[in-house]
């Protein structure tokens, strides 16, 4: 048995509980945990995130160097349009992302909050490519 398990990622947020909504929504998830201060979820596919609430927090300018991100999010997605859709639907706006360097085609997005997560196609497996 490991000594130490993953837990989750946790992001700070003025509102934590409007935040665990859009990634609940968005990860066709459930929250598992509520305190006073944080929001815990659990997406479709095990994903576990929490939401704390930080009455100080202010939102990322990423790409600006300012106040650039600490983290943010990769998610992988079948369909790259109907996720953008979704995700303007619950709130969340594209970021500029021409000059992304990489070799897929990724999409930068900000949630309700400004933390910046990304998506990415699922990689193909070995039986799509031959």
Do not use: C
Request: glycine content about 8%; overall charge negative.
């Amino acid at each position: 048995m490991a000594l130490v398990n993953a837990g989750f990622v946790v992001l700070d947020a003025l509102e934590p509980e409007k935040l665990a909504v859009f990634y609940t929504e968005l990860l066709d998830g459930e929250q598992t945990d509520i305190t006073l201060d944080q929001v815990e979820i659990r997406g479709a596919d095990g994903t576990r995130l929490a939401f704390r609430r930080d009455l100080g927090a202010t939102p990322p300018s990423w790409p600006r160097a300012e106040n650039n991100q600490q983290v943010h999010l990769d998610f992988l997605v079948e369909d790259m349009d109907e996720a953008e859709r979704r995700i303007v639907g619950l709130g969340g706006r594209p970021l500029e992302t021409k000059d992304m360097p990489g070799p897929f085609a990724e999409r930068v997005y900000a949630d309700p909050a400004g933390h910046s997560f990304t998506l990415r196609p699922v990689p193909p497996t070995a039986a799509d490519q031959g």
